[in-house]
T-cell receptor, first 113, second 110 residues
Framework: NAGVTQTPKFQVLKTGQSMTLQCAQD?????MSWYRQDPGMGLRLIHY???????DQGEVPNGYNVSRSTTEDFPLRLLSAAPSQTSVYFC????????????FGDGTRLSIL | DQQVKQNSPSLSVQEGRISILNCDYTNSMFDYFLWYKKYPAEGPTFLIS?????DKNEDGRFTVFLNKSAKHLSLHIVPSQPGDSAVYFCAFLNTDKLIFGTGTRLQVFP
């Protein structure tokens, strides 16, 4: 049982480039979410999904897109990377909304030059 | 406008003593509260939770206290162990969104 898998673990981009951060879970969880962690800011919610075909914005959605075509996958897209998006990104999943403890992946460390 | 505050960025405690981590919130609509623990280079892991209808929940060495009138959440770890050294985040459920605090780094020394 792999849990929540994030790829890649590390990535360096140039300003303006696009990229997709992958997140997959094998626990048949309905709820999935993306967070970013920055020094002194804790974890901030970017986007979340309560089920396949349904997505919604979190606290800091600007500059990011998501889609949820399957229960297992919840990719995060940066269409035009900016230095302010340098961060560590975490994907999480749970059976239902935030009531259930969320299971986190090990993160993607992203640097934008 | 930060809805959740962990005012102590770090805490150092001797092994065997009690560790107390604190969290304050402003939104009285929160109805479920959680603590997560995070080691370096890993994702956060769930530790303990409490519903707004309770004021205390225990799980082994970990106890969470909720004071709704003061809008204050705390986590007690007793006895503290070196393996408890990590960053601890409080988190609050706001409808479908989980809002995290800024974290407190706990160091337990021998």
């Amino acid at each position: 049982n792999a849990g929540v898998t994030q790829t890649p673990k590390f990535q360096v981009l140039k300003t303006g480039q696009s990229m997709t951060l992958q997140c997959a879970q094998d626990m048949n969880h309905e709820y999935m979410s993306w967070y970013r962690q920055d020094p002194g800011m804790g974890l901030r919610l970017i986007h979340y999904s309560v089920g396949a075909g349904i997505t919604d914005q979190g606290e800091v959605p600007n500059g990011y897109n998501v889609s949820r075509s399957t229960t297992e996958d919840f990719p995060l897209r940066l269409l035009s990377a900016a230095p302010s998006q340098t961060s560590v990104y975490f994907c999480a999943s749970s059976y239902s909304t935030g009531h259930q403890p969320q299971h986190f992946g090990d993160g993607t460390r992203l640097s934008i030059l | 406008d930060q809805q959740v505050k962990q005012n102590s960025p770090s805490l150092s405690v001797q092994e065997g003593r009690i560790s107390i981590l604190n969290c304050d919130y402003t939104n009285s609509m929160f109805d479920y509260f959680l603590w997560y623990k995070k080691y370096p280079a890993e994702g956060p892991t769930f530790l303990i939770s409490i519903s707004s209808i309770k004021d205390k929940n225990e799980d082994g060495r970990f106890t969470v206290f909720l004071n709704k009138s003061a809008k204050h959440l705390s986590l007690h770890i007793v006895p503290s162990q070196p393996g408890d050294s990590a960053v601890y985040f409080c988190a609050f459920l706001n409808t479908d969104k989980l809002i995290f605090g800024t974290g407190t780094r706990l160091q337990v020394f021998p």
